[in-house]
């Protein structure tokens, strides 16, 4: 006979399997509905209205007392429709504008050529729900003010890009970028 133990035992074991298979089935079916609503191809556009880069010498910033960094805000117009990103199993989107540029030894071409480029963020936002998910945003400020590793950032040009990560209630997360790419040069700094 099988003991009272032995019983507990096969019935967590069948509860715990059945439990793993409907998440892989939620993740699944919320994957598929992300696909068929063409999540990877939202369209949207940006422009900058305004860029300012100053030398800060604080440590909050990058810098020091003797050797400032040259930091970057931005202001900008954004237009776009996240609602494809949204589903039953959505919890929310977190959406972020960011800036690429190349790095300092691609610039400098140096002996050892890396291919090394750098990402920075000038905002974000997180989304949880689909009345939210239309982006109309004026004249708005960037969250944050950037700078390289490098102290000099003015005159490299930078790819803006929207991306987001959508966090689903059940299954993987899911990154991707709205369908944009808008050059911009950063500034001479204006205090240098």
């Avoid at 910033?61 to 959505?90: I, M, Q, S, Y």
Wanted: charged letters at 20%; zero cysteines; glycine letters at 6%.
């Amino acid at each position: 006979m099988f003991s009272i133990t032995q019983r507990a035992q096969d019935v967590s074991s069948m509860i715990t399997t059945s439990i793993g298979v409907l998440a892989v089935l939620i993740s699944l079916s919320s994957l598929i509905q992300l696909y068929l609503n063409d999540y990877n191809n939202l369209s949207g556009e940006i422009s900058v209205k305004k860029a300012q880069n100053s030398v800060k010498f604080t440590r909050s910033f990058g810098g020091n007392a003797r050797n400032g960094k040259e930091n970057v805000k931005l202001a900008f117009d954004l237009e776009t429709d996240l609602t494809p990103l949204f589903n039953w199993n959505t919890k929310q989107v977190f959406v972020y504008l960011v800036g690429e540029y190349d790095g300092l030894n691609v610039l400098k071409k140096a002996k050892v050529a890396k291919d090394e480029s750098s990402k920075v963020v000038f905002w974000d936002k997180i989304i949880k729900d689909k009345s939210g998910a239309v982006l109309d945003l004026k004249n708005t400020r960037s969250k944050y003010s950037v700078w390289d590793y490098y102290q000099k950032m003015g005159n490299r040009t930078a790819n803006l890009k929207l991306e987001y990560n959508i966090q689903p209630h059940v299954g993987p997360l899911i990154w991707g970028s709205v369908d944009f790419n808008y050059p911009f040069e950063f500034p001479e700094p204006k205090n240098a």
